[in-house]
């Protein structure tokens, strides 16, 4: 799952699912793309 999330296809930058990469994800993409998935509890 986490390969088809945006934060990991930024990182690496077009490369291929198959090529090694050894890009950081920065915590700032992190924070923007998971802002909005964050399921609250009442």
């Given at each position: 799952?986490?390969?088809?999330?945006?934060?990991?296809?930024?990182?690496?930058?077009?490369?291929?699912?198959?090529?090694?990469?050894?890009?950081?994800?920065?915590k700032?993409?992190?924070?923007?793309?998971?802002?909005?998935?964050?399921i609250?509890?009442?």
């Amino acid at each position: 799952m986490v390969r088809r999330e945006d934060p990991w296809i930024n990182a690496r930058g077009g490369l291929p699912r198959d090529e090694s990469c050894r890009a950081i994800i920065t915590k700032e993409s992190m924070r923007e793309f998971y802002k909005t998935r964050v399921i609250e509890e009442n």
